[in-house]
């Protein structure tokens, strides 16, 4: 035990370093994490890790299903429900179909049931590799909505797909009708579930006199109950960890009041979400020796060949449907046709931005190796190998190539929506004035008597003007952002030379380490409003 221990740190802070060495190179870290997957598996005398297939499926997807909810914004969500249904649902359904009857034919000894199974392992597109990828390129806001609402759903579709065809393969019965209709029973319990949940996990964090530590620890702890709940009852707990997220993160304003407890929930979960894609690369790296011995009849050459038939038809069934979906929907009704087409480049870049990732990997993993008589589960070591490739394929190959493509196409905003500044200078100012109005009607008679609730009130009026005459010189057109670039580079420097002050500071003693700790929060918060790195 302490041995595993100790490898899995070492390969983690490998991986930890790749991740530094993508940033400094500016190519998306899960790309460099499928590569350091493929490397481990060649180290000689890695040793073979032993983990039980159902703990990978429950420790991994969750989190990871919650994370994704939590930072889904409902209204952007809402308002592009109609694409992003038909691509979370309606995509993965017919992807899921086409590998399956594509694999039987393809691969001897695979049943339907097999190919229906991978079929749904490896039809949702991972949002963490797309975001990634697509992080500062200048893509269009409905794009990456649609990107990351479809991730969110369509997890959840597929695992269901992957959740059949499992219990299909165990029994050896499989009906199409039957399973259509369990489908729906078993996703809305779920949703049921999942809602049900949220509620009590939303009075615990609003009622009780819980601590920031506790609000985060709950927060960890509510996918897995909700997830365990869900299977308790033969429900979905894929949906019932979507929608508890979903519900807890548009209810947030109200559980989280303090900067505090949000700051310390942003912490533990990018650190927990940023360790779990990086340790499920790492297992299928010590796992894939084994995985290639117990391929049994196939050759490994079998596997590749068999990988990259699937990968190609993933990708060119995501096209396939993707341009149908976006206008045909345009054709048939006139209130769709209101909002601004999305052309040509819109649908090129959401489908081949359809790289697969950590999602699919753990599923896979999360194949149990034996069957209920005990026997080998058949084909496992080929689907999860098959699986990896699907995976390193549209990782590093469309990975690598799209931000080239976007460059090449010169994307632009295809919608009218106010730029990040414009908005933050509304809001700033919006929250201003309704700090003094609740001054002017409420405690107007305590400014002549409170010094400092008359200096706070002055300042308010100060902010007011200046934050009117911020919001009109953002009014610009783009020949004018280059001025708003210069003055964010300016805060930036200043914000840093802020930093290196505080830090003498500190080093004379002559403040308290807590006044220091918060002024860099401060300036921390500051550059957030210029940068945008929340998430």
């Known amino acids: 035990?302490?041995?595993?221990?100790?490898?899995?740190?070492?390969?983690?802070?490998?991986?930890?370093?790749?991740?530094?060495?993508?940033?400094?190179?500016?190519?998306?870290?899960?790309?460099?994490?499928?590569?350091?997957?493929?490397?481990?598996?060649?180290?000689?005398?890695?040793?073979?890790?032993?983990?039980?297939?159902?703990?990978?499926?429950?420790?991994?997807?969750?989190?990871?299903?919650?994370?994704?909810?939590?930072?889904?914004?409902w209204n952007d969500f809402w308002k592009w429900k109609r694409p992003i249904a038909l691509l979370a649902f309606g995509l993965v359904f017919f992807t899921s179909t086409?590998?399956?009857?594509?694999?039987?034919?393809?691969?001897?000894?695979?049943?339907?049931?097999?190919?229906?199974?991978?079929?749904?392992?490896?039809?949702?597109?991972?949002?963490?590799?797309?975001?990634?990828?697509?992080?500062?390129?200048?893509?269009?806001?409905?794009?990456?909505?649609?990107?990351e609402g479809e991730s969110l759903v369509n997890d959840a579709s597929s695992l269901i797909v992957f959740k059949f065809a499992l219990?299909?393969?165990?029994?050896?019965?499989?009906?199409?009708?039957?399973?259509?209709?369990?489908?729906?029973?078993?996703?809305?319990?779920?949703?049921?579930?999942?809602?049900?949940?949220?509620?009590?996990?939303?009075?615990?964090?609003?009622?009780?006199?819980?601590?920031?530590?506790?609000d985060a620890a709950l927060t960890v702890m509510t996918p897995y109950i909700l997830f365990l709940a869900a299977e308790q009852f033969?429900?979905?707990?894929?949906?019932?960890?979507?929608?508890g997220g979903l519900f807890i993160s548009w209810r947030s304003h109200e559980i989280f009041q303090t900067g505090s407890t949000r700051l310390n929930m942003l912490g533990v979960w990018t650190t927990m979400i940023f360790v779990m894609n990086a340790l499920v690369f790492v297992l299928?790296?010590?796992?894939?020796?084994?995985?290639?011995?117990?391929?049994?009849?196939?050759?490994i050459a079998d596997g590749i060949r068999y990988g990259l038939i699937?990968?190609?038809?993933?990708?060119?069934?995501?096209?396939?449907?993707?341009?149908?979906?976006?206008?045909?929907?345009?054709?048939l009704s006139a209130s769709i046709r209101k909002d601004p087409s999305p052309g040509w480049k819109g649908p090129l870049i959401i489908g081949w931005a359809g790289m697969r990732g950590v999602v699919s990997l753990a599923t896979a993993l999360s194949i149990p190796l034996l069957m209920t008589d005990g026997t080998a589960f058949?084909?496992?070591?080929?689907?999860?190998?098959?699986?990896?490739?699907?995976?390193?394929?549209?990782?590093?190959?469309?990975?690598?190539?799209?931000?080239?493509?976007?460059?090449?196409?010169?994307?632009?905003?295809?919608?009218s929506i106010s730029r990040s500044e414009?908005?933050?200078?509304?809001?700033?100012?919006?929250?201003?004035?309704?700090?003094?109005?609740?001054?002017?009607?409420h405690h107007l008679d305590k400014v002549t008597e409170n010094e400092l609730l008359g200096f706070y009130r002055e300042g308010l009026n100060t902010s007011i003007i200046d934050g009117k005459k911020h919001l009109e010189s953002l009014e610009c057109d783009e020949t004018e952002l280059a001025e708003i670039h210069t003055y964010h580079h300016v805060l930036l420097e200043i914000y840093a030379a802020q930093r290196k002050e505080l830090f003498k500071l500190r080093k004379e003693k002559f403040f308290s380490d807590e006044e220091i700790r918060k002024a860099e929060l401060q300036l921390d918060l500051n550059e957030l409003t210029i940068t945008g790195n929340g998430h």
């Open 1 to 73: 035990m302490h041995h595993h221990l100790l490898l899995i740190l070492t390969l983690l802070f490998v991986v930890f370093l790749l991740v530094m060495l993508a940033q400094r190179i500016k190519v998306a870290y899960p790309i460099f994490l499928v590569l350091a997957g493929l490397g481990i598996s060649f180290i000689p005398g890695i040793p073979l890790l032993h983990l039980n297939p159902e703990l990978i499926f429950l420790i991994f997807l969750p989190p990871l299903l919650y994370e994704a909810a939590w930072y889904t914004s």
């Open 98 to 147: 086409i590998i399956a009857y594509t694999s039987v034919s393809l691969i001897p000894g695979f049943t339907l049931a097999l190919g229906f199974l991978l079929g749904g392992i490896v039809s949702p597109p991972d949002a963490v590799a797309a975001a990634t990828v697509l992080k500062g390129m200048g893509v269009p806001k409905r794009i990456l909505t649609i990107l």
């Open 167 to 214: 219990a299909a393969v165990l029994t050896g019965a499989f009906s199409m009708h039957q399973a259509v209709g369990q489908f729906f029973l078993v996703a809305g319990m779920g949703i049921v579930v999942g809602l049900a949940g949220a509620h009590i996990v939303y009075f615990i964090h609003r009622f009780l006199p819980t601590t920031p530590a506790i």
């Open 234 to 243: 033969h429900y979905s707990g894929v949906m019932a960890v979507v929608t």
């Open 284 to 299: 299928i790296g010590l796992e894939l020796p084994e995985i290639i011995h117990g391929l049994g009849n196939y050759s």
């Open 310 to 331: 699937i990968s190609a038809i993933a990708i060119a069934l995501r096209f396939l449907w993707i341009y149908p979906a976006a206008f045909v929907p345009r054709w």
């Open 378 to 415: 058949p084909q496992r070591n080929l689907i999860i190998f098959i699986t990896f490739v699907v995976i390193f394929v549209t990782l590093v190959v469309q990975g690598l190539t799209l931000p080239f493509i976007i460059k090449l196409i010169k994307l632009k905003e295809i919608d």
């Open 422 to 441: 414009e908005q933050q200078a509304g809001i700033r100012l919006k929250l201003d004035e309704l700090a003094l109005h609740l001054i002017d009607k």
